[in-house]
């Protein structure tokens, strides 16, 4: 167990001497109480803690692994560059306090270039091929779309029109698997269809999990402390991990939603079954991506270009080349192949990546690996997943899933009607959370933030038939 939090030390000469890192290591027992637990450090853990803080209240966020950032993860030692081995971008630049507080906390913020490419065998697509595959984005959106305001709920891929032609694939590829982790015939049109577009793709220089770790360095936290079991009830919680535990007043509980139904933690008294139904209806989707750094740019392409392929199967992906003017590329595999192909393991997946590029690109792509690596979240004991998606039929669970339980406040991007799948969300999520859980303890009333609220994010109405934003190959969701 790790603790770190200089308000939980008392002012120690070593502390203040340790390098910026080293703090982070320093142990000290864990508080045996505070006025509201956070369970998890990734966007929403945090995001909540902040707020707590900001509300002059004892906040402990207890973590299960050795890192600040859950989803939001950086590896900065293996490449040239830093390697978002989780989420990449950020979005609604107008709307979104991370970017503020990105670029307050002294980090590179830019937004994605706007430059894509289709490829079509070995060639790009046409400038009318192009134009034909954002008309057949336009008409599957449109058709979910019009699905959403039917009687029943329905699985996205039951209403694409029938003749997308060649473009049927590549439809479903960036509308399900690519934006959501999830297949189409997986995911309800009103959850599809009630995501706030996504526009504007913004990236942080030093990585999203770096900008996560940063904005929770000030946070009271406990690293490698998986929580056990969570005692509760309307009055109080108390919340067991290896390293002792910890009574509060409320508990905001951000695990994944896969981690919520896997029974990883125990509660007692049970959570409610209309709980658990919920997270069940919102499990997690499957998007890994698979690292290359290629020496020599084999692929003749441009920094930070997007490439997708005309496909007809699922066996495909979604290439981020060059990255940062590197020589590493991200090829992203997601929905039920990417979930196939990932529990074949890392070596499986780096032998996809080389076959897909070399069929794409040319055979000068194997030899010109000169490091590679890929992520597998379904394996990530402590996810089980990449995103939340909706099973048809699901999409009233989202708010289910944001009812308070007791003291307990969950959150996450799960619990988001409109954000759900992004860092945004899970954000968003984490600050409403704390607002319940300080009204709860009586840090707030009713109609008092406890700081100024961040700008409502409401969902922009959507042009009949223009196709999310996100869902077009220049503005990148993942
Ligand atoms: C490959 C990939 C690409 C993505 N790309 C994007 C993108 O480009 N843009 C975007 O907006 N979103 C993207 N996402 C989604 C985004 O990462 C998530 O929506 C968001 O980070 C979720 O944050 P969270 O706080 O809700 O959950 P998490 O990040 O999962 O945080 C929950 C935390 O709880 C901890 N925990 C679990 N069990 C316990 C326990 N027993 N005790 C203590 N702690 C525990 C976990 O370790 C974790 O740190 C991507 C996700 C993946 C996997």
Same mark, same amino acid.
């Given at each position: 167990m790790t603790m770190t939090r200089r308000g939980f030390l008392s002012a120690s000469a070593a502390f203040a001497a340790a390098p910026a890192l080293c703090a982070r290591a320093w142990a000290a027992p864990l508080p045996r109480e505070a006025d509201i637990v956070v369970i998890g450090a990734g966007a929403a853990g945090i995001a909540a803690a902040r707020r707590i803080m900001a509300a002059n209240r004892r906040v402990i966020v207890v973590e299960a692994e050795g890192q600040i950032g859950g989803r939001c993860l950086t590896d900065t030692a293996?490449?040239? *560059?830093?390697f978002d081995r989780g989420a990449r971008w950020m979005h609604n630049p107008d709307s979104n306090p991370m970017i503020r507080l990105a670029r307050n906390a002294g980090l590179d913020i830019s937004a994605a270039p706007p430059g894509q490419n289709i490829r079509i065998g070995r060639r790009n697509a046409r400038p009318g091929e192009t134009e034909e595959f954002l008309a057949a984005l336009l008409r599957a959106n449109h058709a979910i779309d019009d699905a959403s305001r039917g009687r029943a709920d329905v699985p996205c891929a039951s209403v694409l029109p029938k003749d997308l032609g060649d473009w049927a694939g590549t439809a479903e590829f960036m509308l399900g698997a690519n934006a959501t982790g999830k297949? %189409?015939?997986? /995911?309800? *049109?009103?959850?599809? &269809?009630? &995501? !706030?577009?996504?526009? $504007?793709?913004?990236?942080c220089r030093q990585g999203l999990g770096t900008l996560?770790?940063?904005?929770?360095? !000030? $946070?009271?936290?406990?690293?490698?402390?998986? *929580?056990? =079991?969570?005692?509760?009830?309307? =009055?109080? $919680?108390? $919340?067991?991990?290896? &390293?002792?535990? /910890?009574?509060?007043?409320a508990a905001i509980i951000t695990v994944s939603s896969n981690v919520l139904t896997a029974g990883n933690i125990k509660f007692t008294p049970d959570i409610p079954k209309r709980q658990l139904d919920a997270a069940a209806r919102l499990s997690l989707g499957s998007y890994d991506r698979i690292a290359l750094q290629l020496a020599g740019n084999p692929l003749g392409l441009s920094r930070d270009d997007v490439v997708i392929e005309q496909s007809n199967s699922p066996r495909t992906a979604l290439l981020f080349a060059n990255m940062g003017s590197s020589s590493l590329c991200s090829i992203d595999v997601a929905g039920s192949f990417g979930r196939d192909l990932s529990s074949q393991g890392e070596p499986a997946m780096i032998a996809f990546a080389v076959e897909w590029l070399t069929k794409l690109f040319g055979s000068e792509v194997a030899s010109a690996v000169e490091k590679s690596g890929a992520t597998r979240w379904n394996a990530a004991?402590? *996810? %089980?997943?990449?995103?939340?998606a909706a099973v048809p039929g699901g999409q009233p669970s989202r708010k289910v899933l944001s009812e308070p339980i007791g003291c307990m406040f969950l959150a996450g991007e799960a619990t988001h009607e409109t954000l759900w799948g992004t860092v945004d969300g899970a954000w968003d999520s984490g600050e409403r959370a704390a607002e319940a859980a300080l009204r709860r303890v009586g840090a707030l009333r009713d109609a008092e933030p406890a700081v100024p609220p961040a700008p409502v994010r409401v969902p922009k109405q959507r042009r009949r038939g223009s196709p999310a934003k996100s869902a077009m190959p220049g503005a990148p969701i993942n």
């Open positions: 293996t490449f040239e *560059v830093p297949d %189409l015939k997986d /995911i309800s *049109v009103i959850d599809k &269809a009630r &995501a !706030q577009e996504r526009n $504007v793709a913004i990236a996560i770790a940063k904005l929770g360095e !000030q $946070v009271p936290l406990s690293l490698s402390t998986p *929580v056990s =079991r969570i005692a509760w009830s309307a =009055r109080d $919680v108390t $919340v067991e991990t290896p &390293a002792g535990k /910890i009574a509060a007043r004991p402590f *996810v %089980l997943g990449a995103m939340s």
